[in-house]
């Protein structure tokens, strides 16, 4: 190939990058403009507040999915680990009273759940789909257990910081979460264990025989994916005030379509924070509007499997044709 | 009755890249036609053409004068085209009659398969090429070279009188080459055709009668084998001479670097011991099974199911201790199988080089990318890797720069010994003298070297000191410049080894 040949293909290769994300950014535009015109109040600044408060924990939690999807695993714990490390964080503060033990047990349940994926998948090697479909439910059972079904009412001020309170029209919650997608970014883009990450999901084998120790990597990227749950259950709980045993339902669905979304392949390897975060606005916008529009919550659901069947159909397709 | 296809005038664009030029190529029964070019001169798109794998631009197709259209592989079946890829299409549960019947079974009563007819058929055609083997063998038993035979009877048994090749040899054994050589030739004088694309010019000059070579998308050469050259043909694929490689002169008096004592894994290796000093390459070499790839997996610390011991730097190595520790102490491994376990396809170029040695590059936890790339534009340079960009994915690469790029990630000045399985498997010429280069000078810098070879030629010109195996154990060793080309060869092949 001559040197003349040669620049063309990188910057297609950098369009393909980027224009997915102006593609995502002209979504969100356009679903803004369109809900707005369909209801005033979607471009209120409380709105938007209000908004980006009801997506911040699918922006923790999908971050985390990257992390696991880059590796071309899946997590379908993280939703049921949302309200069993919930149910833990709020039993050890109301039993001590002290908000930072509350926090940290309710850190460590998140990571517990996501130590034994780590484990039966990093290091035994067992499919993650099977394996966090089990935790899924061994999540959920643990949470209903600890809640005995029922929520539990919190009022210690300290722990509904994060996910209750305001900045005039700004939930603390926004800025939170701006710091960790700047922290994971650099997890992932300027440290080896994000390196890692990358090369467990191109090519695990490559990986093993180059010394990388893919196996210990999934491990703690499944770790880290529980950190984000318990995160999740603390930012949660201090939304509503409460405990609550069927918190995160349904919240690895909407993960993992914000995530694909966002252009991480399903077969690991490729994909930006930066693509998840675009995700995760155009999802919660069309959800959002979907809500203020008036439209049928029957039909939501269905909404919401048209989009995830339509992206990975387009994926699926555009990968098909690069690959000939 | 004879038949002949002929392609006519045939071009292909992708973008701005000719991939083919007015190209005219043609095929007639009862012979072999090679194809050879070195990677991306357009064999490949060639044949997808004749598949009806990819359309063409323009050019004409016709079979014994008529003009037909290829716009799909049901097309280039239906005419009698068959292709033969590296990769196997078989099913591995079930049999080989199975596999040949696949898809138009025989029936016996409405639903139930007649499978001792199908098995007698198949009987009846293994026989007729005088092959034996077992029509109710499940394929997963089989080896490389019996599954292609299974892929070429099932070519036959459809009704195909052309047969592409694609690098047929590249995962065989002596023997069942041999065996493949004999089946080509009895195919050939049942007016069976065969494009035969390869690298080797024995093979080449050995059974073709034709052969056509390409350069750029184009036709250079188009020649009786009777009336040219392996020279001849060589030449006209580069375009130049072909940049003979010579092995530097060089003393080795350094310590011993790695030092393997009565290695035995029952079954596998036997009794194996050698040193290898500062600077030395080593070859182990024999037939397919010889045992050597799974001694660098002992060595690697990729395998702790054996007895002996191993020493590397004085120190004893504990059996199984894994690849990271390996990498650790200044060991590199490049692997036999470069899509399997030697490249990250969808990463960049950068992190495919970068990777071992990232810890290297890291301050304060954090990576300098600065340090990065100086590190990887040098190793792009230094082995003439041809790259759009660091940022490439290196699955848009040839197989030879993928190669290339397997081993500059181990030319960090800590890599102390380096492991090469096949080094120089499926890529062409220029990228072989370039490889070699580098192994040379990675030896030169004090590198201790072990390498596993098939290939005779490239043994000889490699190797300080050779080992030859035969079915696991130790034949002779010879040191530089007393290799003796058929002594090694007939202790390869077991020559008066007991039965």
Same mark, same amino acid.
């Given at each position: 190939?001559?040197?003349?040949?040669?620049?063309?293909?990188?910057?297609?290769?950098?369009?393909?990058?980027?224009?997915?994300?102006?593609?995502?950014?002209?979504?969100?535009?356009?679903?803004?403009?369109?809900?707005?015109?369909?209801?005033?109040?979607?471009?209120?600044?409380?709105?938007?507040?209000?908004?980006?408060?009801?997506?911040?924990?699918?922006?923790?939690?999908?971050?985390?999915?990257?992390?696991?999807?880059?590796?071309?695993?899946?997590?379908?714990?993280?939703?049921?680990?949302?309200?069993?490390?919930?149910?833990?964080?709020?039993?050890?503060?109301?039993?001590?009273?002290?908000?930072?033990?509350?926090?940290?047990?309710?850190?460590?349940?998140?990571?517990?759940?996501?130590?034994?994926?780590?484990?039966?998948?990093?290091?035994?090697?067992?499919?993650?789909?099977?394996?966090?479909?089990?935790?899924?439910?061994?999540?959920?059972?643990?949470?209903?257990?600890?809640?005995?079904?029922?929520?539990?009412?919190?009022?210690?001020?300290?722990?509904?910081?994060?996910?209750?309170?305001?900045?005039?029209?700004?939930?603390? @919650?926004?800025?939170?979460?701006?710091?960790?997608?700047?922290?994971?970014?650099?997890?992932?883009?300027?440290?080896?264990?994000?390196?890692?990450?990358?090369?467990?999901?191109?090519?695990?084998?490559?990986?093993?025989?180059?010394?990388?120790?893919?196996?210990?990597?999934? @491990?703690?990227?499944?770790?880290?994916?529980?950190?984000?749950?318990?995160?999740?259950?603390?930012?949660?709980?201090?939304?509503?005030?409460?405990?609550?045993?069927?918190?995160?339902?349904?919240?690895?669905?909407?993960?993992?379509?914000?995530?694909?979304?966002?252009?991480?392949?399903?077969?690991?390897?490729?994909?930006?924070?930066?693509?998840?975060?675009?995700?995760?606005?155009?999802?919660?916008?069309?959800?959002?509007?979907?809500?203020?529009?008036?439209?049928?919550?029957?039909?939501?659901?269905?909404?919401?499997?048209?989009?995830?069947?339509? @992206?990975?159909?387009?994926?699926?397709?555009?990968?098909?044709?690069?690959?000939? | 009755?004879?038949?002949?296809?002929?392609?006519?005038?045939?071009?292909?664009?992708?973008?701005?890249?000719?991939?083919?030029?007015?190209?005219?190529?043609?095929?007639?029964?009862?012979?072999?036609?090679?194809?050879?070019?070195?990677?991306?001169?357009?064999?490949?798109?060639?044949?997808?053409?004749?598949?009806?794998?990819?359309?063409?631009?323009?050019?004409?197709?016709?079979?014994?004068?008529?003009?037909?259209?290829?716009?799909?592989?049901?097309?280039?079946?239906?005419?009698?085209?068959?292709?033969?890829?590296?990769?196997?299409?078989?099913?591995?549960?079930?049999?080989?009659?199975?596999?040949?019947?696949?898809?138009?079974?025989?029936?016996?009563?409405?639903?139930?398969?007649?499978?001792?007819?199908?098995?007698?058929?198949?009987?009846?055609?293994?026989?007729?090429?005088?092959?034996?083997?077992?029509?109710?063998?499940?394929?997963?038993?089989?080896?490389?070279?019996?599954?292609?035979?299974?892929?070429?009877?099932?070519?036959?048994?459809?009704? =195909?009188?052309?047969?592409?090749?694609?690098?047929?040899?590249?995962?065989?054994?002596?023997?069942?080459?041999?065996?493949?050589?004999?089946?080509?030739?009895?195919?050939?004088?049942?007016?069976?055709?065969?494009?035969?694309?390869?690298?080797?010019?024995?093979?080449?000059?050995?059974?073709?009668?034709?052969?056509?070579?390409?350069?750029?998308?184009?036709?250079?050469?188009?020649?009786?084998?009777?009336?040219?050259?392996?020279?001849?043909?060589?030449?006209?694929?580069?375009?130049?001479?072909?940049?003979?490689?010579?092995?530097?002169?060089?003393?080795?008096?350094?310590?011993?670097?790695?030092?393997? =004592?009565?290695?035995?894994?029952?079954?596998?290796?036997?009794?194996?011991?050698?040193?290898?000093?500062?600077?030395?390459?080593?070859?182990?070499?024999?037939?397919?099974?010889?045992?050597?790839?799974?001694?660098?997996?002992?060595?690697?610390?990729?395998?702790?199911?054996?007895?002996?011991?191993?020493?590397?730097?004085?120190?004893?190595?504990?059996?199984?201790?894994?690849?990271?520790? =390996?990498?650790?102490?200044?060991?590199?491994?490049?692997?036999?199988?470069?899509?399997?376990?030697?490249?990250?396809?969808?990463?960049?170029?950068?992190?495919?080089?970068?990777?071992?040695?990232?810890?290297?590059?890291?301050?304060?936890?954090?990576?300098?990318?600065?340090?990065?790339?100086?590190?990887?534009?040098?190793?792009?340079?230094?082995?003439?890797?041809?790259?759009? =960009?660091?940022?490439?994915?290196?699955?848009?690469?040839?197989?030879?720069?993928?190669?290339?790029?397997?081993?500059?990630?181990?030319?960090?000045?800590?890599?102390?010994?380096?492991?090469?399985?096949?080094?120089?498997?499926?890529?062409?010429?220029?990228?072989?003298?370039?490889?070699?280069?580098?192994?040379?000078?990675?030896?030169?810098?004090?590198?201790?070297?072990?390498?596993?070879?098939?290939?005779?030629?490239?043994?000889?010109?490699?190797?300080?000191?050779?080992?030859?195996?035969?079915?696991?154990?130790?034949?002779?060793?010879?040191?530089?410049?007393?290799?003796?080309?058929?002594?090694?060869?007939?202790?390869?092949?077991?020559?008066?080894?007991?039965?």
């Amino acid at each position: 190939m001559s040197d003349a040949a040669v620049s063309p293909r990188r910057t297609f290769a950098l369009d393909g990058l980027m224009l997915r994300y102006a593609v995502l950014v002209g979504l969100i535009v356009i679903a803004s403009v369109g809900f707005s015109l369909a209801n005033s109040n979607f471009y209120s600044i409380t709105n938007v507040g209000i908004l980006l408060r009801s997506i911040s924990v699918l922006f923790l939690v999908s971050m985390g999915m990257t992390f696991i999807m880059l590796t071309g695993g899946i997590d379908l714990s993280v939703g049921s680990n949302v309200a069993f490390s919930g149910g833990v964080g709020v039993v050890a503060l109301t039993t001590t009273g002290s908000a930072t033990i509350g926090f940290i047990c309710a850190l460590l349940a998140g990571m517990a759940i996501g130590w034994v994926n780590g484990v039966f998948i990093g290091r035994l090697r067992l499919s993650a789909f099977m394996v966090t479909l089990a935790t899924f439910a061994l999540a959920r059972g643990l949470a209903l257990v600890i809640y005995d079904a029922d929520s539990i009412n919190v009022d210690n001020a300290a722990f509904l910081w994060l996910g209750g309170t305001s900045w005039n029209n700004l939930p603390v @919650v926004i800025p939170f979460v701006a710091l960790m997608f700047i922290a994971l970014s650099v997890l992932l883009y300027r440290t080896t264990f994000g390196r890692n990450v990358y090369a467990a999901g191109s090519n695990f084998n490559t990986a093993f025989v180059l010394g990388r120790r893919p196996e210990r990597s999934v @491990v703690w990227i499944y770790v880290l994916s529980g950190a984000l749950a318990g995160l999740s259950a603390i930012v949660t709980v201090g939304r509503v005030s409460s405990g609550q045993p069927w918190a995160g339902l349904f919240l690895e669905f909407d993960a993992i379509t914000a995530v694909i979304l966002g252009g991480t392949a399903l077969s690991g390897g490729r994909g930006r924070l930066l693509g998840t975060i675009l995700g995760v606005l155009l999802y919660g916008i069309i959800i959002n509007g979907l809500v203020l529009t008036g439209t049928n919550p029957y039909l939501q659901s269905l909404i919401k499997g048209m989009i995830l069947l339509g @992206v990975v159909l387009l994926d699926t397709y555009t990968q098909r044709g690069k690959s000939v | 009755m004879t038949k002949r296809i002929d392609m006519k005038g045939i071009g292909k664009s992708f973008f701005a890249t000719r991939a083919l030029d007015n190209v005219d190529f043609s095929c007639v029964s009862g012979e072999v036609h090679a194809l050879v070019g070195l990677n991306g001169a357009g064999k490949s798109t060639l044949m997808k053409v004749l598949g009806g794998v990819i359309s063409r631009d323009e050019g004409i197709i016709e079979v014994n004068g008529e003009r037909v259209e290829i716009a799909a592989p049901a097309d280039a079946g239906r005419l009698g085209i068959s292709m033969i890829h590296q990769e196997y299409s078989l099913i591995n549960e079930l049999t080989v009659a199975g596999n040949i019947f696949l898809g138009r079974e025989l029936r016996r009563n409405g639903p139930f398969l007649d499978k001792s007819e199908m098995a007698r058929r198949v009987k009846q055609q293994l026989d007729r090429f005088g092959l034996d083997l077992d029509p109710n063998r499940p394929v997963r038993e089989l080896n490389s070279g019996e599954k292609q035979i299974v892929e070429i009877i099932r070519a036959l048994m459809s009704d =195909s009188w052309l047969i592409v090749m694609d690098e047929p040899t590249s995962a065989l054994s002596e023997e069942d080459k041999g065996r493949l050589f004999e089946f080509i030739r009895r195919m050939k004088s049942e007016g069976i055709s065969i494009i035969y694309i390869s690298h080797h010019m024995p093979e080449i000059f050995g059974i073709a009668e034709q052969v056509t070579v390409m350069r750029d998308g184009k036709i250079v050469l188009s020649e009786r084998t009777a009336k040219t050259t392996e020279d001849a043909v060589i030449k006209t694929m580069t375009g130049t001479e072909l940049d003979g490689f010579v092995k530097p002169h060089k003393d080795i008096d350094g310590n011993v670097t790695l030092s393997v =004592s009565t290695l035995t894994k029952p079954g596998t290796y036997n009794d194996i011991s050698f040193d290898v000093r500062r600077g030395e390459i080593l070859v182990l070499t024999g037939l397919r099974g010889c045992g050597a790839p799974e001694i660098a997996k002992a060595i690697f610390g990729l395998d702790a199911d054996y007895s002996g011991t191993i020493s590397y730097g004085g120190k004893q190595l504990k059996p199984g201790r894994g690849p990271a520790a =390996s990498v650790r102490d200044g060991m590199g491994l490049v692997t036999e199988n470069r899509d399997k376990n030697g490249i990250l396809p969808q990463l960049s170029v950068r992190d495919n080089i970068a990777l071992p040695f990232l810890e290297k590059s890291v301050r304060g936890g954090i990576i300098d990318g600065k340090r990065i790339d100086t590190l990887v534009n040098k190793a792009i340079a230094d082995t003439s890797t041809k790259t759009s =960009s660091p940022d490439q994915e290196i699955r848009f690469l040839s197989g030879g720069n993928k190669q290339k790029i397997c081993f500059s990630r181990w030319l960090d000045p800590d890599l102390e010994f380096l492991i090469l399985l096949e080094p120089t498997r499926g890529i062409d010429v220029h990228a072989k003298a370039d490889i070699y280069r580098i192994i040379e000078e990675l030896s030169e810098r004090g590198v201790a070297i072990l390498i596993l070879s098939y290939e005779i030629d490239e043994v000889i010109m490699l190797a300080d000191r050779v080992i030859t195996l035969y079915q696991g154990s130790p034949v002779s060793e010879y040191t530089y410049p007393n290799f003796e080309k058929d002594q090694m060869l007939s202790d390869m092949a077991g020559v008066g080894q007991p039965h």
